[in-house]
């Protein structure tokens, strides 16, 4: 499909709440990288509805590009000396796989294979990132009080994610936390291993360690219908936590995190 089929479908003011800094990048990536198109909030699906042979060939597509690079990340991964990597990824390294927890479940990844809880990940997504922190090769814990926790929007090269953060995480997490008193919302975060902060003037705070090295934390504002302040989640990351992942794969943690929560597996 040519991006400028997408592009008369948006409303071309280039308002970024689909995660890309312009409608032209946001159009290329959905005809030619398999985006999906409902990550614009204002499109115009008529004629792609779910199911349409245009749909399916950009779904198709996007399964196709995540299947390349998944086999590219296992074939780096088997030229690596897993047993030395274990320590700085906050793994442990046994039989030739290496472990570690990623969202309160059990990761091990071998030379030929990735697990999560014993089985086969079912989504792609989760195989790229894991991947994509092994590559990294892991580093120092940033648990220094001297580091700063940041927004997104503090890190390099985020301006353009930092709608898709919210849209996709702060923003899902604030809604489902609505209403909530704060240790119910407590109690759903310890499933992703989540530990509450205290000091702090949120009505609900914790930190998650969502990866050993990519810890977040989380900040929950109820609602103040009188002050006319609705509900809010902020995330925060350590300012050095580019260091241990790339920009997109972080995001996808955000992501996750928030898929977790709300529908725990």
Not at 38 to 56: F, H, M, R, V
Not at 179 to 185: A, D, L
Not at 192 to 200: I, S, Y
Not at 253 to 260: G, K, Q
């Amino acid at each position: 499909m040519d991006p400028h089929e997408i592009l008369r479908r948006v409303p071309k003011n280039n308002c970024g709440e689909c995660g890309y800094p312009a409608c032209l990048a946001f159009a290329a990536h959905v005809a030619k990288g398999g985006e999906d198109p409902q990550k614009c909030p204002y499109i115009d699906l008529s004629g792609l509805e779910p199911g349409s042979a245009q749909n399916t060939s950009l779904d198709h597509l996007g399964e196709q590009r995540d299947l390349e690079l998944i086999q590219q990340l296992q074939g780096k991964l088997r030229g690596l000396d897993l047993s030395s990597m274990a320590q700085p990824l906050g793994a442990s390294y046994a039989n030739d796989h290496i472990s570690f927890i990623y969202l309160g479940q059990e990761v091990m990844i071998g030379k030929d294979q990735l697990l999560i809880n014993k089985r086969p990940a079912e989504d792609p997504r989760d195989q790229i990132l894991l991947y994509n922190y092994v590559h990294c090769g892991g580093g120092h814990l940033p648990v220094d009080p001297w580091i700063p926790w940041v927004g997104l929007e503090s890190l390099p090269n985020s301006i353009s994610k930092v709608r898709t953060l919210a849209t996709y995480c702060e923003e899902k997490l604030a809604a489902f936390f609505k209403g909530r008193p704060p240790e119910q919302i407590l109690s759903l975060c310890a499933t992703v291993g989540g530990k509450a902060l205290a000091g702090t003037t949120a009505s609900a705070a914790l930190t998650i360690p969502v990866l050993p090295k990519i810890p977040q934390q989380l900040f929950f504002w109820a609602e103040e219908p009188e002050d006319g302040f609705e509900a809010k989640v902020k995330i925060l990351f350590p300012a050095n936590v580019l260091d241990f992942l790339d920009i997109e794969s972080l995001i996808f943690t955000a992501e996750r995190m928030a898929e977790h929560i709300i529908a725990p597996s």
